[in-house]
Each structure stands twice: as structure tokens, then as C-alpha cells.
């Protein structure tokens, strides 16, 4: 089968004996192996009805493994529906330009930290000032550090509402053009996320190798010449636009097995776009070793916190601000759908069908009859 988790029992041991995987990433590869096998423990099922039975093993739960998330995502999404109103929303990417990125890579907690530091800073700041749109929005970032071919790529996507609250506690609403200017953005987000770094440079605070002081100063001036790459994409059409977005984006992980093409005794192929040709995809192929390095680089520091919450949003704002907003907009409430549910009868609603069916006798329901203990 060509999944990311054949590649890596084919491939993993050659490159951990080669190279010394981080502990974090040594734990992922090993959770993505063992995943839904023996190795993990598990149950038996035996119908009601009639004499089948059925071994299920469990899931290894890691936020890496393309095994694992759908039922999370699918949980998540259905309660931010709760935070929506009825206003328009934009998506907004923060890049940083490749001569940090090994920086960044070599301080991953401490620069990935200030990424939404710079990006939460930049885009308040921005929000509050009446040129732009005088009042408080109400936004959300995620990182991700992936490019299509999985190489090192750091950035970060952000949801942000089309208007805020204003210091009169009125609702304002921003034109349906994005609201700020990228290049404002741009320099914004490249001149605090810069200012901070020479911060932690003069307090000791970055792991650096195979670069010096000059190196360092070298760097960060290229790096204050440069475009910050940063990009909004077209508003949303309508809040359920955002619910859809949110269930592709909020969990994705650096590459899902629907990506892979084929897995064989030395390669790994799987799709990428085509950039000449943005609605098709050509296929890449890599040594096997090299797949599990690039998909390593993507696994993230132990309890780093993925999705964070800005301005109304904040957990600190929800009982209030998020509250008011949603009266001045009239917003309707979403009443949770999988609220209560537990997770079989979660995966019953996403399929649309009940798991629970005997598949043999097509009458009785599966029951668990026997729970093997987990290693």
C-alpha cells in the first residue's frame, strides 16, 4: 500500500541508522509505524446477531501522522462554527524570506513563537489605526512549514474578520477589498519580527551554527532589503466559505496519503502542482531517505501550540466582545453537531452511515467483546 506511513516503515530504519533524528521526531516516526497494527494493541469486535468478528487496532493520536485526523479536525471545525458571524473574512499568508529559515529551524520554538508574535502584533496594531479600520477584529493564525515538495518552508496562514469592534463597542465594517495594504503588511510584519530576532541575538537566545556576528549582521541586512512575500487571498464568499476552509487547512500535516503516488525498495513518488499550470499536478520522486528527512523537518516541538486566537476571538474576549459582535450582526448561533457524541458515533455522522453494521449479516450491531492492553 503507498501511504506515508508504508514509506516510513520501508525507509525510517535506513535513516535513523545514518543520522540522529530530534527525540520529538524519533516519536512521531515511531507512532506513524506502529499506527492501527498489533503493535499498538487492540480490540475485538463480535456481532450481535450473528458469529462474525472483527480485530481493530487502535490509532497512535499523533498530530503528524495523516492516519489520525480526521476525527480531531472534524470536532475542531464543528466548534469554531460557534465563533462565526454573519461578516466577511479574509485569509491572509505571512512568508519569510529563505535566508532565515535555517535560523528558524535551528530555534524552532523561540522563532515559530515569534512569527505569531509579529503577525498577531502587525495586524492589531494595523486593524486599531482609523486609516485602515479603527476598531478590534477578530482573528486566528496557524503555522505551516511545508512547501509542496515538502521542503523547509515556514509560514503563516491567517482567518481574519472583514470588520471588528470599534473603543465605542459599535460593530465596523471593513470595504470588501481587504482592508490593509500587503506591502504595509509586508513591512510591518518584516520590521518587528527583525527588530525582535536582534533582540534575542543581543540577550543570547538563538542557537546559531556556522554563522559568526558578521554573519549574522550580514543576514539580517539582506534580509531588511528584501520583499517580505506576504499575500491576501479573495474574501470568502460567505461564512459556510470559512467552515470549508477551515476543515482543509486547520490539520493539515506536511503531506496526506492521497498524495502518494507509489512506494517502492528505493523511492517514494507522490503529487505536487504543477506551477505552470495551477489547476494540474505532475508527480516527484524522491530516494526514500531523503522523503523521511523533508517530512522530519515538518514535525513540531513537543506541546507547541498550532492554532492561536487574536483580538475578539481571544478565549479572554469570547464570553464579551465575541458575544457583543454577534448581537450587532446578527448573527444566527450554530448549534454544535457533534456535541455529546462520542467517537464512534462522530465517525457514523461524517460517513453518513452507521460503522457499527455487521458487514456479514447486515442486521446486528459490532460490539467490542474483548480490549487487548496497549504497550
Known amino acids: 500500500m503507498s501511504t ?23 516519536k512521531a516516526a515511531l507512532h506513524i509505524m506502529r499506527c492501527r497494527t498489533k503493535e499498538l494493541g487492540g480490540h475485538v469486535c ?11 487496532y487502535n490509532s497512535c493520536r499523533n498530530r503528524h501522522c495523516p492516519l ?42 523561540l522563532l515559530y513563537d515569534l512569527m505569531y508574535k509579529s503577525v498577531s502584533e502587525t495586524l492589531s496594531e494595523l486593524s486599531w489605526d482609523p486609516k485602515y479600520l479603527g476598531a478590534q477584529p477578530g482573528f486566528f493564525c496557524m ?25 465605542l463597542n459599535q460593530w465596523r465594517s471593513s470595504s470588501k477589498k481587504f482592508f490593509m495594504p ?42 531588511y532589503t528584501k520583499d517580505w512575500y506576504s499575500y491576501s487571498k479573495p474574501p470568502f464568499s460567505s461564512p459556510l466559505a470559512v467552515i470549508k476552509y477551515l476543515g482543509r487547512y486547520t490539520h493539515r500535516i506536511a503531506i496526506s496519503n492521497n498524495r502518494i503516488v507509489s512506494v517502492n525498495e528505493q523511492t517514494v513518488t507522490f503529487k505536487v502542482k504543477d506551477k505552470n ?19 522530519l523537518m515538518h514535525i513540531l516541538p513537543k506541546g507547541f501550540v498550532k492554532i492561536r486566537y487574536y483580538g475578539i476571538l481571544a478565549h479572554r474576549n469570547k464570553k464579551t466582545k465575541l458575544a457583543l459582535c454577534r448581537k450587532l450582526t446578527a448573527s444566527p448561533l450554530y448549534k454544535p453537531r457533534f456535541a455529546g457524541l462520542n467517537t464512534i458515533q462522530i465517525i457514523c455522522a461524517l460517513l453518513g452511515r452507521d460503522v457499527r453494521l455487521c458487514s456479514v449479516c447486515k442486521l446486528g450491531q459490532m460490539e467490542i467483546s474483548y480490549r487487548g492492553a496497549s504497550p
Request: glycine share 6%.
Open 182 to 223: 500587503v506591502k504595509v503588511l509586508s513591512k510591518k510584519f518584516r520590521g518587528k519580527y527583525l527588530h525582535h530576532l536582534k533582540q534575542y541575538y543581543r540577550q543570547d537566545r538563538l542557537h546559531l551554527y556556522n554563522l559568526d556576528a558578521q554573519g549574522f549582521e550580514n543576514m539580517l541586512n539582506d534580509c
Open 277 to 295: 499550470h495551477a489547476k494540474k499536478t505532475k508527480q516527484l520522486t524522491l530516494q526514500g531517505v531523503e522523503f523521511i528527512r523533508r517530512f
Open 143 to 167: 503555522l505551516h512549514t511545508w512547501g509542496e515538495d515538502l521542503h523547509y518552508h515556514p509560514h503563516i496562514h491567517v482567518v481574519i474578520m472583514a470588520g471588528g469592534l470599534t473603543k
Open 68 to 109: 489520525c485526523q480526521g476525527v480531531t479536525k472534524a470536532v475542531w471545525v464543528d466548534k469554531r462554527c460557534q465563533d462565526i458571524l454573519n461578516a466577511g473574512y479574509f485569509h491572509i499568508v505571512f512568508t519569510v524570506p529563505q535566508q532565515l529559515h535555517a535560523v528558524i529551524y535551528q530555534n524552532q520554538r
Open 4 to 26: 506515508v506511513n508504508a514509506a516510513f516503515k520501508q525507509f525510517y530504519p535506513i535513516y535513523q541508522g545514518n543520522r540522529s533524528p530530534a527525540a520529538q521526531q524519533a
Open 46 to 56: 463480535s456481532c450481535n446477531h450473528c458469529d462474525h468478528q472483527e480485530v481493530h
